[in-house]
């Protein structure tokens, strides 16, 4: 991926990004339930591992999803802690979203 940064527009990064996570992302948005988790681990993805610019990444993905701006940048938040400590990610599976939020 190319190095972006803040000033860069979303047209062009958008161009730079996976169409099928795009795609994914958008029809995620829509459903409304646990994929919370999917939303932030490829936002996580895309500004970790792809060295995207944070604040961009996040209002793609909050158009793309259909949620805030604030919301992804906390689904992101709560991806990468729980990226950082995947044993408590496991451990506690089949909890709801809500409580590893929490």
Not at 41 to 59: A, E, F, S, Y
Not at 69 to 88: A, M
Request: aromatic share 12%; charged share 35%.
């Amino acid at each position: 991926m190319t190095n972006f940064d803040e000033t860069t527009p979303l047209e062009d990064i958008l161009k730079a990004l996976p169409q099928d996570e795009i795609d994914e992302l958008s029809a995620l948005g829509d459903t409304r339930d646990d994929t919370r988790w999917r939303i932030g681990d490829i936002t996580r993805r895309w500004i970790d591992d792809g060295r995207m610019p944070v604040n961009q990444t996040c209002k793609i993905v909050a158009k793309l999803t259909d949620y805030g701006h604030e919301r992804i940048r906390q689904l992101l938040y709560n991806s990468r802690y729980y990226y950082e400590h995947p044993e408590l990610r496991d451990r506690y599976l089949n909890l709801r979203y809500s409580i590893f939020e929490y």
